[in-house]
């Protein structure tokens, strides 16, 4: 990833120290759109989300599936199977809007456009926030959309209406992003590109398959705090899982864990040498 320059990212005459909140998000919009890796997370988002989505419901044979599957059956949770991949493009590109910087050297000009660095990672968080809020809920929709088009009758379909749905497709646009937040903090603690994203796999993916080995009992009493086992559970419309947390509490809990790594990111950026 290739940081963009950083000309006009401040006005002349602003002293020192006095950069706003929206100058600094300007800054970190061009940069943000200038890159070409951003263009590409957000195909390879889209790809995995509507590929994975039209390849799994496509594929769904009812008249031969069994009367447990067919009570199980959950066209909303099936439809954002892509959800894995999507979430792990979107980490990386958090991690790659602070790492990059850092990695080419380029983060001492942006030190010294915007010196308050707290604020720095608000505006980085702001912008890359609202771009995966955005993308995710679009692509949301329009794989649930495409996933019940391509589901063939006599399978049910589902509908916005329906109990848990229009929650669950919400839900698959906004975890994404919180991921890209979470990536964003590690970056900024970690502040290298491989390490931060080793970082972000290990919490995704690693540390469920930890408890594996350890039983069903820890499995069902920690697990539910994961991030990728709450997402599961909010974006299920038919089959909730026993012993989960409700979406709400979950999606609360995201929230928290988000607000935790960018809090401890932003305290280490204004403690640190660059």
Known sequence: MTTATLDRAARPGQAEGHYGWRSAARMEWLKLRSVRSTAWILLVFAAGMIGIATLALSHVNWATMS????????????GFAGLALGQLAFGVL?????????????????????????????????????????????????????????????????????????????????????????????????????????????????????????????????????????????ITAVKPGVGNLAPGVGFGLLCLYTMAALAVGSWLLARRDA
Do not use: C, W
């Open 67 to 78: 009367s447990a599957d067919r009570a199980s059956f959950d066209p909303t949770n099936d």
């Open 94 to 234: 958090g991690v790659l809007v602070i790492t990059s910087e850092f990695g080419s050297g380029m983060i001492r000009a942006t030190f010294a456009a915007v010196p308050r660095r707290p604020l720095l990672l608000a505006a980085k968080a702001g912008v890359l926030g609202a771009v995966t809020l955005a993308a995710g809920e679009v692509l949301a929709f329009a794989t649930f959309a495409l996933g019940e088009a391509v589901l063939k009758s006599p399978a049910p379909h589902a509908s916005l209406g329906q109990p848990g749905v229009l929650r669950a497709v919400l839900m698959a646009g906004a975890y994404p992003a919180l991921i890209a937040l979470m990536g964003l903090g590690l970056g900024a603690i970690i502040r290298h590109t491989a390490g931060a994203i080793s970082a972000v796999v290990g919490v995704l993916f690693v540390l469920p398959l930890i408890l594996v080995p350890l039983g069903t009992s820890l499995q069902d009493s920690v697990g539910k705090f994961f991030p990728m086992i709450i997402a599961e559970n909010s």
